[in-house]
């Protein structure tokens, strides 16, 4: 079976995207199954080439929706499976319009990693399902996959998203605390300014604990709004325990970010109240505790196996009163984590993906 995977986003080491099809590459491995992955202009996924995954960087910024329209053009006439691995309503409306008629049963399969109903956007999705009911859509929780049922659609199911595998235990971090983290791209949602105040109030209290902040671009080497402006509070304030990537880390450096480390994801609870989130997968496998949100996705899963916290309060004396917290006893929070890293390893393994993908 050959499967064409759609992913404009994947660009170079950045992003989850780049782990997520990974983790459904690897899936593949000794399976009747191949796959060709369109990228953008930068797009490479080292290590899957035994794994029957061919790249092609295919996408511009730019260019990207006309590029999109020409693809599924293409790939609806040929006779592999399409697979939008990061879906969106736009993907819908290029497929609409790139379709010569009803899009066949097995033939298009959509992932949705999060959904934000509007009443425009139900009513297209009824008026989509009704038009291409053989069309499938995946998505990682039921809070994402229950608007989709609810619009008509035959096929909508929850796929749980992808891990990304852990290494043997000899790879695993010992149970010795070693540093506040903040992993992944700097964005707003994701708390990147509640990061900031939390250092610039550890340095103007003398609070010294060793603290390291990925502050790496999003997609396409761009910053959004306001992350400039925190950017320059962190190089003003410059602490000595201060670690901050600005760049982009390659596999192995981003793992061992985890070792010794406590996780913080002070994510926007409407954002990501049901939005799974790669880091804590990460996190997790590498034995990490997280502190959370109270209300998200994350801080549930931490709750679950009593590894982190789930704080409602992200003012920076309740960040430092959780780590502090954590630090305490942090063998024990970093047992449980590894146990929830198991655990999760198997309840989301790729191999669920690949099967919704090729049965």
């Known amino acids: 079976m050959h499967i064409d995977i759609v992913e404009p986003t994947l660009e170079g080491e950045a992003g989850h995207c780049r782990s997520f099809l990974l983790s459904l590459c690897g899936a593949g491995r000794g399976r009747e199954v191949a796959f060709r992955v369109y990228g953008g202009k930068g797009a490479s996924l080292p290590g899957t080439e035994c794994a029957g995954c061919e790249v092609v960087p ?65 009513a297209y999705f009824r008026r989509f399902a009704v038009s291409h009911p053989g069309v499938t859509v995946l998505g990682p929780t039921d809070a994402v996959i229950g608007p989709f049922r609810e619009c008509g659609f035959r096929n909508a199911r929850v796929v749980p998203y992808p891990i990304t595998p852990s290494g043997p235990d000899k790879d695993r971090p010992g149970d010795r605390f070693r540093h506040i983290l903040f992993a992944g791209a700097a964005r707003l949602d994701k708390g990147f300014s509640r990061m900031v105040d939390l250092v610039c109030h550890m340095t103007a209290q003398g609070v010294a604990i060793p603290f390291s902040i990925q502050a790496s671009p999003g997609h396409y080497e761009k910053y959004g709004e306001g992350i400039r402006d925190d950017l320059d509070r962190l190089r003003k304030a410059a602490p000595s325990w201060l670690r901050t990537f600005r760049d982009t880390l390659g596999a192995e450096e981003y793992r061992e970010m985890f070792d010794g480390a406590i996780v913080l994801q002070p994510y926007a609870r409407e954002d990501f109240a049901d939005r799974v989130s790669g880091v804590t997968l990460d996190a997790f496998s590498m034995g990490a505790p997280v502190i959370a949100t109270a209300g998200t996705w994350m801080a549930r899963a931490a709750d679950r196996f009593a590894a982190g916290a789930a704080v409602p309060d992200l003012s920076p004396p309740a960040l430092l009163s959780a780590v502090d917290t954590i630090r305490a006893d942090y063998p024990r929070y970093h047992r449980n984590a590894l146990e929830a890293g198991r655990t999760l390893q198997e309840e989301h393994s790729a191999r669920h993906l690949l099967e919704a993908l090729a049965s």
Request: charged fraction near 30%; aromatic fraction near 14%.
């Open 58 to 122: 295919f996408f511009s910024r730019r260019l990207r929706r006309l590029q999109a329209f020409i693809l599924y053009r293409r790939l609806l006439r040929g006779g592999g499976r399409i697979f939008v691995s990061t879906a969106g309503r736009t993907d819908m409306v290029l497929l609409d319009l790139a379709a010569k008629g009803e899009i066949p049963p097995e033939k298009v399969f959509l992932y949705f990693h999060w959904l934000r109903p509007s009443l425009r956007k139900l």
